[in-house]
Structures are given as C-alpha cells and as structure tokens.
C-alpha cells in the first residue's frame, strides 16, 4: 500500500534559518512525489516536484530512494513560508496519496 | 480565467439534509478528485474519476456519492449529512491521474 508520511505536525523556525520538512514514503514501485503549499486562506498549488528537480521559491527537494525520503529544504526561511505543507506520492493510474501535512510558521 | 471553481464557498447544513456540493474545470482534464480536509488528518480522497463516465471509491467514501456525466463536472452529494462531514472539501482535477493536480478554493461545510 502507498503511505506518505509527514512525521511534524508544526515546525516553528526564525526568519533566516534554514528549513527541513521531512517526507518519508512507502511505495514498492518508481514513486513520483510532489510537495503543495497552501497559504492561508488559498488553495492548495504544486510547489515542486521531483522529477523536474527544480527550485521553486528557494526550495529543493531530492528524492532519496534508498531512505524513500523526499524532505523539502530551503537554506534561509523568509516570513512569507509560513504555510501548510504537503508531501504527496504518486504511482501509475492512482490518484495522489497526501500526507497529513506540515505547517511551517517563521518567525519574525 | 481558466480553473477549477467549487461551490458554494461555505454551507451551514442541518443534520439528515442532503447536499451537493459542485466542482466545475474548464481545463479539459480527464482525472478530478474530491478530498477533505481535516485538521490533524491532513487530505484524504473520497472518491475519483479517471475519465468522464467512470468513477472511482477513495479512501473514506461512506456517506458520499459522485458523478461525472461529462468532462467538466464532478458533483459531490452527502446524501444525508452527519456533524462528521464537517470539513472542507477539496475538487482537484487534472490532465491525467498521474499528473499535476488542480485544486479548487474549497468548501467549508459545517453539519450541526
């Protein structure tokens, strides 16, 4: 079965800090993980996903088969992070498995 | 603009009604998605449609019902609604089901 796990419900960081939002995944075959944003009162928005290996926002995210992890980073946190974040897993013709989603607030 | 819209945005619904709650896209998108939102629960899928005329259970699909008469529409029914359905409730779509998902700005509904 596929299960994407988020294991922080919160993480607080200061402004200028660097962020890590863990994103572990159980899925036997290739995986395509995604992580969405929501900002307050927003829809949820694709913010990355790793096939593209871009960075969106100063964010990154590498998939680590090995450790089937798929943590988002960003080096410096800015104010404007602080939102609702989900890690999502993929697989063939399934609909997309979220996590339970990780707020992140910055702080001034 | 093209996208998806729900609605309505928010809905107060007394207990044993029935309610539908409606998604349209004009993206041409063959998957959409019904999730609910719920603090601590994160996402979790009701039911999907591949393409329209089919229609798929997600992970928690008691007390809903879907319907995709065509491409664009992807209704939501609580047939006889229960404190329990309160939640917000996400309409996603997207081209195909393992691409990009689309999501609407959600229904907040609340069943007292």
């Known amino acids: 079965a596929q299960r994407v796990t988020q294991p922080e419900k919160l993480l607080s960081v200061f402004k200028g800090a660097p962020v890590e939002l863990k994103c572990n995944y159980s899925?036997?075959?290739?995986?395509?993980l995604f992580w969405y944003v929501q900002y307050s009162r927003q829809r949820l928005q694709l913010l990355l996903r790793?096939?593209s290996r871009e960075s969106i926002k100063g964010f990154t995210a590498d998939l680590n088969k090995g450790e089937t992890s798929f943590h988002l980073k960003k080096p410096f946190a800015q104010e404007e992070d602080s939102a609702m974040y989900y890690c999502a897993l993929n697989s063939g013709n399934t609909p997309l498995v979220f996590g339970k989603g990780t707020r992140l607030s910055v702080i001034a | 603009i093209a996208g998806i819209t729900q609605a309505p945005t928010s809905q107060i619904l007394a207990a044993g009604r029935r309610m539908t709650l409606r998604c349209t896209q004009d993206m041409r998108h063959n998957a959409m998605y019904w999730y609910r939102q719920d603090l601590g629960l994160g996402l979790r899928l009701i039911h999907y449609s591949n393409t329209a005329g089919t229609t798929g259970k997600g992970e928690v699909p008691d007390g809903y019902s879907v319907s995709r008469a065509n491409t664009d529409d992807f209704p939501l029914t609580l047939a006889s609604a229960v404190p329990s359905q309160t939640s917000v409730y996400f309409c996603?779509?997207?081209?195909?089901?393992?691409?990009?998902?689309?999501f609407g700005q959600g229904t907040r509904l609340t069943v007292v």
């Open positions: 790793h096939i």
């Open positions: 996603a779509s997207s081209r195909k089901t393992n691409t990009e998902a689309f």
């Open positions: 899925y036997s075959g290739s995986p395509e």
